[in-house]
Every structure is written in C-alpha cells, then in structure tokens.
C-alpha cells in the first residue's frame, strides 16, 4: 500500500525503509478504508500534497481528517437510531390506547364539561331524524 502511494511522486524512488516504516505504522493506525483511500493516485493524499514527497505528518493529518468525516457519519446514524427507538414505544400504542391517554390528560388537567378557557364543550350531535334534515329534502 506504501509503494501505491508513494508511486504518484517521481521523486521517491531513493526512499528509505524508515520512512516507508513509517507510513505504514502510520497507516495501521487508521480503519482500513481511510488507508486505502489515502493511497488513491486520484482521491487520496497525492491530490493535496505538493512537496517532493508526503511527510509522515502528512499521511497522519490526511487520514485525521478522513477518519472524522467517517466518524460524523456514524454519530448522525446512531443518533437517528436512538430517535427512532425512542420514539418507537409511543408508536407502537393502538388507537383505543392512544385515545386513553389523551382521555386520561384532558381528565387531569380540565374538569367534564369544560375547555382549556374554561368553557363548557360545543360538540356536535347527529341529527336523530334523518328524513327531517333540510339537506336531504333538497337533494331529492
């Protein structure tokens, strides 16, 4: 993997077995997917680096780098996870399960009969005699 990255620079060919051992204790250091994409001729630390030669400093800031986008990506997943799983239980009740709830509140915090201002409830009731609505007369 060494020799991939270092093969983008004509000038590395009088390398020394230290500085290629030390890339590669450099590299070890990363998941195996940052290492790789750093020795990329095209994608990797040769598109940035405009020295003769890649320092170690180098190779390590590229891959620092890299590894923290990755990093960010896994933070972001685990975060939707746990979202989901905690919403997951509120999600999972049943309708008539939800309507107690929401009964059991609206009984707790506003006395029968009464809205949140303290007025009394204006609900709507079925006509009981169908035949005598004007609506249906007109639409016969």
């Given at each position: 993997?060494?020799?991939?990255?270092?093969?983008?620079?004509?000038n590395a060919t009088d390398v020394s077995k230290e500085y290629i051992g030390g890339i590669a204790a450099v590299l070890r250091e990363y998941p195996r997917i940052v290492a790789y994409r750093c020795c990329d001729p095209v994608h990797g630390l040769a598109r940035e680096c405009k020295f003769p030669r890649p320092?170690?400093?180098?190779?390590?800031?590229?891959?620092?780098?890299?590894?923290?986008?990755?990093y960010r990506i896994i933070d972001r997943d685990d975060l939707d996870r746990r979202t989901i799983e905690g919403?997951?239980?509120?999600?999972m009740l049943s309708?008539?399960?939800?309507?107690?709830?929401?009964?059991a509140v609206l009984k707790k915090y506003w006395?029968?009969?009464?809205?949140?201002?303290?007025?009394?409830?204006?609900?709507?009731?079925?006509?009981?005699?169908?035949?005598?609505?004007?609506?249906?007369?007109?639409?016969?």
């Open positions: 993997m060494v020799a991939r990255l270092l093969s983008v620079w004509p320092l170690i400093s180098d190779v390590a800031a590229w891959c620092d780098r890299e590894r923290a986008g990755m919403r997951r239980g509120k999600e309708a008539d399960e939800r309507r107690a709830e929401v009964a006395p029968a009969g009464q809205t949140p201002a303290g007025e009394p409830k204006k609900t709507w009731q079925p006509p009981t005699d169908l035949t005598a609505s004007p609506s249906l007369k007109a639409a016969e």
